[in-house]
């Protein structure tokens, strides 16, 4: 079965660089949300989207920015790069209402 | 505000002996349960979910979860438990109209052989 693929993997950034993470929903499912995993602690909700609007936000700062587009994959951009952004990222997606089927995670490395 | 509380921060289990991960919720409203399982380096894998009717969620590899609305809680349990069980599990709820989760702090499981 189809799951949710995040690009890239892995990510090797410099402070204050700029990164962008794709995300590649499951077919037919319309939202799609992001989460961010520091080292040891649990994932922490970013933003969502539901057939291409932002339909709710959360601990997402201002340096990152999100969009969803036609063919519904989603990119999450992040600029000015700090060490604090060094994390796991997750992509999820789901139907309406249902469980989130979370992808592998991009690991962003900043130096 | 909704939360998730995951009391223990690891639990040890003998392999085959039953095994108990706690989760206790806080939320205004129908809340949405859900338990991942996460290994290293991993995404989070869907074990089950409680959204409405029978109490106790029957779901992947053997596990089930009871939903207890007078105790707030939605507890993973497994009956006899493999070494290959062994990784980080999240609890998560939701409510509807927001779908976003809140996750618990984690349990790291550890089946020793």
């Known amino acids: 079965a189809a799951g949710v693929i995040q690009s890239p993997r892995h990510l090797i950034k410099e402070k204050r660089e700029t990164a962008t993470l794709k995300c590649y929903p499951i077919?037919?499912?319309?939202?799609v949300y992001w989460y961010q995993q520091g080292p040891g602690q649990d994932p922490q909700f970013l933003i969502s989207?539901?057939?291409?609007?932002?339909?709710d936000k959360g601990s997402i700062p201002d340096r990152f920015s999100a969009q969803q587009f036609s063919d519904y994959h989603s990119e999450l951009n992040m600029s000015s790069l700090e060490l604090g952004d060094s994390a796991l990222y997750f992509c999820?997606?789901?139907?309406?209402?249902?469980?989130?089927?979370f992808g592998p995670g991009t690991r962003l490395t900043v130096l | 505000a909704q939360s998730v509380a995951q009391p223990e921060d690891q639990v040890n289990v003998a392999e085959g002996n039953p095994l108990t991960v706690k989760c206790t919720y806080s939320?205004?409203?129908?809340?949405?349960l859900f338990w991942y399982v996460q290994y290293p380096n991993r995404g989070l894998q869907f074990l089950l979910k409680?959204?409405?009717?029978?109490?106790l969620v029957k779901g992947s590899y053997g596990f089930e979860a009871e939903f207890n609305k007078s105790q707030t809680s939605f507890h993973l349990k497994k009956p006899s438990a493999l070494v290959s069980d062994s990784a980080l599990y999240f609890c998560?709820?939701?409510?509807?109209?927001?779908?976003?989760?809140?996750f618990g702090t984690g349990t790291r499981l550890k089946v020793l052989a």
């Open positions: 999820a997606s789901s139907p309406p209402g249902n469980e989130q089927f």
């Open positions: 077919p037919r499912h319309d939202t």
């Open positions: 989207f539901y057939e291409k609007m932002q339909s």
């Open positions: 939320v205004s409203g129908n809340p949405y």
């Open positions: 409680y959204i409405t009717g029978d109490n």
């Open positions: 998560a709820v939701a409510t509807s109209g927001t779908y976003k989760y809140i």
